[in-house]
Each structure stands twice: as C-alpha cells, then as structure tokens.
C-alpha cells in the first residue's frame, strides 16, 4: 500500500525544504518507500476532513489505507519501526537513536523555532531585538553542546539514524542566520546531512510540489 503525505499547497517555507513535511518525505525516501502527496490549502486544513487526520489542522499528516498518523517525529518514527534502516538492530543503539530524536524535538527545536516566530511575528515590535539575543543565546548554549557530543564524528551514534535525520531538518532553520559560523562541525554535520541522495530527492520533491502549488491558475 502506498502511503498519502498531506502537505501545504502554498509552503510558507518558500520551497526551502524546512515545513515538517519535508521530515517525512525524507525518511520515505531513506526507506525506498514510494509515496503520494495530497497538497491542501490552509482553508482546507481547517476543514472536518483533514480535521479528521490532524485533530490540529495542521500538516504534515500520514495515511496508510485507514490507518492516520498526525506529529512528524511519530510519523518519521513509525516508518523508523516499519522498514528498519533508520533504526539500529542493537536494542541499546536503537534507544540511543529513538533518545536523538526526543532531544531533536524537544531540547533543540523549541528554541529554533521560536526564533523563526520572533523574527516573522515580533519584528516590529519594541521587544524585537532583546528577546532574539534571549532565543539565539538558548540556541547557541544547545548547539554548543550538541557540538561538544558531535566531536569530530559523522553523526550523533554511530551509523545515521532517525534521530540525525530530524536533529538536521531542525538545524536547517539556522542556515539563513550566522549562528552555524561559530559552530564549524555543527555546519558540517547539517551539510552531510543535505547531501544525501533521499534528503536531494525528497527536496526536489517539496520543491516541485511548492512550484506546483504556487503556480498561477491556468
């Protein structure tokens, strides 16, 4: 059975790869795993439909026959458990990479994309300038960390894994600010991670969906 992603019909990221979408499409990709994408509009996002897939009304959301799955972390996870490449075999690296993927969504992301929101929603404000530098100083104190564990190794445990594939779709949001420059293997690490072929082809994918989405009606 091949699955359906929902993604957004108009990406608010530009096609830049950085919606949540883009986590799943990786993965698919990662795994061999053909899949269908099913692009809606924001209006549509709202409706009881898609409602129905993402109690939220948001995106990304998966289905798999009638079975749904809404979070990209779970989703990534779930095509993780199904295929097994993304995941060691060894019990105790398998919980290390499940571990990477917490720390990705819940230790890095918050303040990442906090920073995204402050710059898009905050920046005419007063508060402006003082509550970036309160967001980037977070960042910066975890990717320092992250940097310090990262060492001169190519990924966080081992072998890539789920938990490197959602820490650098986290870490992308960074590249259009200069907080990577004082952080070099951190850069490296986010680079390795965009050549891989599946990220080249499930980019390529979201991009061609962005352009299709963004294209005048005919």
């Not at 809606?40 to 079975?67: C, N, T, V, W």
């Not at 007063?126 to 960390?145: F, K």
């Amino acid at each position: 059975m091949i699955p359906i992603l929902t993604a957004f019909e108009h990406s608010p990221d530009g096609g830049r790869g950085l919606a949540r979408d883009m986590r799943i499409r990786w993965a698919l990709e990662e795994v061999g795993q053909p899949y269908h994408v099913r692009l809606l509009s924001f209006e549509a996002m709202k409706q009881p439909e898609h409602l129905a897939r993402h109690p939220f009304g948001q995106i990304p959301a998966y289905e798999e026959g009638d079975f749904a799955l809404f979070e990209s972390g779970g989703i990534v996870f779930h095509i993780a458990e199904r295929h097994g490449s993304l995941l060691p075999r060894d019990p105790h690296a398998r919980r290390r990479a499940i571990m990477w993927m917490f720390a990705a969504l819940n230790t890095v992301e918050p303040s990442v994309f906090e920073r995204v929101l402050a710059r898009i929603l905050e920046r005419d404000t007063p508060w402006h300038d003082s509550r970036l530098r309160v967001l980037e100083d977070r960042i910066r104190d975890r990717v320092g960390h992250l940097a310090r564990h990262l060492g001169d190794a190519a990924w966080l445990d081992g072998d890539f894994s789920a938990g490197d594939l959602l820490m650098v779709t986290v870490l992308r949001w960074l590249n259009s600010s200069n907080i990577l420059d004082d952080y070099p293997t951190i850069a490296a690490y986010v680079a390795r991670g965009e050549a891989r072929p599946a990220f080249q082809r499930a980019f390529a994918a979201q991009l061609a969906d962005f352009n299709k989405g963004s294209a005048p009606a005919p």
